[in-house]
């Protein structure tokens, strides 16, 4: 059936709203300041034969868009092996080895039907607050298999045409250091079901499956269409790149991420041969995160590009079997987001040789994954777990960001203020961390310092997930690497930092006691050399620069403008 333009553009305008109110009702349900305030969670629509992502909420994370498609194609496998399926049925899982990304990211899928018919799927996930495993909050930097990190849960039917299965419910909020939480959050992602089938059901009346159909495979072909004539516009060759994870957590040696990026006509191919094989530690990923790290790699490198499947069928994505890139289970792979963010910094560096006015330099490459636990005095459990920001990279229109979030999400760093209203800390510094930035033409943000002091009477236990601890973020076009990541804990005999650099497991805090984060920044863009002195002088006046790292960095023409 053909569609005209307009009916598309509101029907496609409909089908994102419908996302959206589900990512707005996650957020105002969840329990958990990871989903309910940070937003690391992700609602959308899926083709109903191969799974294939149709419509994303615009408020939910990226790496979402492409890993949830495998979700969802696991559950389609798990229908077939039984030939059942009701309309009211609901899926859920963890197995980050089928859905991608780590066993945090508690995953929801339901089929929706219209006259008796599966016309698509939606498909909820968010990251619960804590799922069993060794580590409280599941990043546990020392991990060497899945049932370390977390417990693991494989796709099962929550609800049978509509009636929820208590069994599992039960299963999980035993699996879990903090059930109400994690009953919280369940609830959530259950509403926001529940009104996106409602909000379909309203859709598929009003216009029909024939046109509301129509519709979706007109908005994928017209995705393919849209990225073939981008990659039209770019130049034909092949160019690599190569960055390194500082370690696996396990062994204290650098893990390369290589990366070939071939560009020939409207297609491209992204060749990961060469990265590093798969680890003992925890900065393995599976399959499904890889190609859909690729996917918002090119959503950043192309931003007008709509959340749809269509826009990959013109690129491959080869992943080397054997490599970390591709761990099979149960290989852990809970520090899943330092990879991804690594293999993006790989892909802009390759993409900066061909067409550098399409990429940005290095952000500061690490999510810093930080968990501080306890028991509070009437002996009730306590666990806050955070993501911390850093600079993002210099653009070539102007300096990077100070103190953004990942590249890999829109999910914001928790307010501190709901940080310390929840968990007995206190927060000494929160402030920019002056002479992070990589120097450029437009240098990149600056990253930031977080001191938190443990205020509980019983003292607490600290883990850390981070990278960046060694190898800095990059600069593109001539642009300066920014500083690297700095941990460090105070203890009775004062100030350590973890000997694995970025990460570390189980460091015995008192009250009183701090850790201290000091963040990247992001890397330059342009010669340092181009950069006016105006702009230089107006940094060390604002004190994001000192004197000495502006001459250092700059040379000294800067003071003649002071």
């Not at 992502?53 to 496998?77: E, H, N, R």
């Not at 060759?237 to 893990?255: C, F, H, K, Q, S």
């Amino acid at each position: 059936m053909s569609i005209d333009p307009i009916t598309l553009a509101v029907l496609a305008g409909r089908m994102e709203q419908i996302a959206d109110e589900m990512d707005a009702t996650l957020f105002r349900a969840a329990f958990n300041p990871i989903i309910a305030e940070a937003h690391d969670a992700s609602h959308g629509l899926y083709h109903a034969v191969t799974g294939d992502t149709l419509v994303q909420g615009k408020s939910g994370l990226p790496i979402f868009v492409g890993v949830m498609s495998f979700a969802v194609k696991a559950v389609i496998d798990k229908v077939a092996e039984t030939g059942e399926l009701a309309d009211g049925d609901i899926f859920i899982f963890n197995d980050a080895h089928l859905g991608g990304t780590h066993l945090s990211d508690m995953r929801l899928v339901r089929p929706c039907f219209h006259e008796g018919k599966l016309f698509c799927w939606l498909a909820s996930v968010g990251h619960w607050h804590d799922v069993g495993g060794a580590v409280p909050g599941n990043y546990n930097p020392a991990a060497t298999d899945a049932f370390a990190e977390a417990f693991v849960l494989p796709p099962v039917r929550l609800a049978r045409a509509g009636v929820i299965n208590q069994d599992i419910i039960d299963i999980l909020l035993r699996n879990t250091r903090l059930p109400q939480s994690a009953q919280g959050d369940l609830n959530g992602q259950l509403g926001a079901l529940d009104l996106g089938v409602k909000r379909m059901d309203e859709l598929l009346a009003e216009y029909g499956a024939g046109t509301v159909g129509s519709a979706l495979d007109a908005l994928g072909d017209r995705a393919e269409a849209l990225m073939r004539s981008e990659l039209t516009d770019l130049p034909d060759g092949r160019w690599e790149a190569v960055d390194y994870l500082d370690n696996d957590g396990i062994v204290d040696e650098p893990l390369p991420i290589r990366v070939a990026l071939t560009i020939a006509g409207d297609r491209m191919e992204l060749d990961f041969e060469g990265s590093a094989p798969r680890c003992a530690g925890p900065v393995n990923i599976a399959l499904p995160t890889a190609v859909a790290t690729a996917y918002v790699a090119i959503k950043h490198i192309f931003p007008a590009l709509p959340a749809n499947a269509g826009v990959m069928r013109p690129i491959t994505v080869k992943i080397p079997q054997g490599s970390l890139l591709a761990a099979e289970f149960p290989a852990p792979v809970g520090g899943y987001t330092e990879t991804i963010l690594r293999m993006i910094d790989a892909i802009f560096s390759a993409m900066a040789q061909a067409a550098p006015e399409r990429v940005v330099a290095n952000a500061y490459g690490t999510i810093n994954a930080l968990s501080i636990a306890g028991k509070r005095n009437n002996g009730q459990p306590w666990v806050m777990f955070s993501f911390y920001g850093g600079g993002h990279g210099g653009t070539p229109e102007g300096d990077g960001l100070n103190h953004g979030n990942a590249p890999i999400s829109t999910a914001t760093i928790p307010p501190m203020e709901i940080l310390e209203a929840a968990y007995p800390v206190m927060f000494k510094q929160w402030a920019l961390r002056p002479d992070s930035a990589g120097a450029g033409t437009h240098r990149g943000g600056l990253g930031a310092i977080y001191e938190i002091e443990v205020l509980e009477d019983n003292g607490a236990e600290a883990f850390l997930f981070g990278e960046r601890g060694r190898f800095a973020p990059q600069g593109v076009a001539g642009g300066a690497e920014a500083a690297m990541n700095v941990f460090s804990y105070e203890q009775a005999d004062g100030w350590h930092h973890p000997p694995m650099a970025s990460k570390m497991r189980g460091i015995r805090l008192a009250k009183g006691d701090s850790v201290k984060l000091e963040t990247p920044g992001g890397g330059g863009y342009g010669s340092p050399s181009s950069r006016s002195p105006e702009r230089i002088a107006r940094d060390v006046a604002l004190g994001l620069l000192s004197e000495d790292a502006a001459t250092q960095q700059y040379g000294s023409t800067w003071k003649e403008v002071r």
